[in-house]
């Protein structure tokens, strides 16, 4: 059972003697995968294949990944725009011309233009880095994801501890259904007794408080509960990405019950359907954190 949480944090760090890297990785609840990245310019090419294995490897959540990279021995080398500098020439000759200016345009002058020279890494010494950076960031996922482990067990933990309370719970709706048959029959005498009603045979009398207390039967439901439950704890046991269907699932639990509260007429049934649904709504918080 390798099931996560959606929230942790994660961290890889790697030093060497002409790079330092850091990538530093954060994960909240979401319905999607919604991915954020910060990088240096010479790794933003790269933007979409680090988001193709984030996704692969954390499935879901709002994920904020840092990669810092500090060059330490890697020359960085100059590089003219020369489009740019054509296009200087062209504007600084018709602004001579325009303004009448007489003084001779120098290589002092092209320099203070802004963009004109640039400083780029050299390419042949930094090809050793895409490969560090990649290894570094599946690292940093893995101390994610042994946190997101962690956190995952404790909330399955209690999820699993909740639906033993609500399996309780339904056995304890079950005992009390027993005696809805003599609770209509009370009740209908006392009705008769009430009206001062002649007459009515005990025949009529059993057969209305078997049609009562048939429309309250709640077998059904407790059926359907008890398997509910015991799906629950399948799919706990034997997937990994299970916050879908459990969350599908405490939607059915929560509907069996308001069944069983709308069809009965005991009070005692009704306190144990509101202790259930409180377990169900704590079940389905802790879900939301799970993939």
């Not at 680090?50 to 890697?74: A, F, H, N, P, S």
């Not at 020369?82 to 200087?88: A, R």
């Not at 007794?193 to 077998?219: C, F, G, M, P, Y």
């Not at 799906?231 to 969350?247: A, C, P, R, Y």
Request: net charge negative; glycine share 2%; aromatic share 6%.
């Amino acid at each position: 059972m390798n099931i996560k949480s959606m929230t942790g944090f994660g961290k890889y760090s790697l030093l060497l003697d002409d790079i330092d890297v850091t990538v530093t990785i954060r994960s909240i609840n979401s319905k999607y995968c919604d991915i954020s990245i910060k990088t240096p310019k010479t790794l933003l090419e790269n933007d979409l294949k680090y988001r193709k294995l984030i996704q692969e490897k954390i499935k879901r959540g709002k994920v904020d990944v840092r990669i810092e990279l500090e060059l330490k021995k890697i020359e960085r080398l100059p590089e003219l725009n020369i489009d740019l500098l054509k296009k200087y020439k062209e504007l600084m000759y018709t602004l001579k011309s325009e303004a009448n200016i007489s003084t001779e345009i120098g290589l002092q002058d092209y320099l203070k233009l802004p963009d004109l020279i640039s400083f780029k890494y050299d390419e042949t010494a930094t090809e050793h880095i895409e490969p560090i950076i990649e290894d570094s960031l599946l690292k940093a996922i893995e101390d994610l994801n042994v946190m997101r482990m962690s956190e995952g067990k404790v909330l399955i933990d209690d999820i699993k501890n909740r639906l033993n309370t609500i399996s309780e719970i339904t056995n304890s709706i079950e005992g009390s259904k027993d005696d809805v048959y003599n609770l209509w029959i009370d009740r209908l005498k006392s009705k008769i007794d009430l009206l001062k009603l002649e007459n009515i045979s005990e025949d009529r009398l059993i057969q209305e408080a078997v049609i009562h207390s048939e429309k309250a039967d709640i077998t059904e439901e407790i059926v359907r509960i008890n398997s509910h439950i015991t799906q629950f704890k399948n799919i706990i046991e034997t997937e990994e990405e299970v916050g879908k269907k459990l969350d599908f699932l405490s939607i059915e639990l929560n509907r069996e019950f308001n069944t069983i509260a709308s069809k009965s007429t005991k009070s005692s049934i009704i306190t144990f359907v509101v202790d259930a649904k409180s377990q169900i709504d704590k079940i389905k918080e802790q879900i939301q954190n799970l993939i």
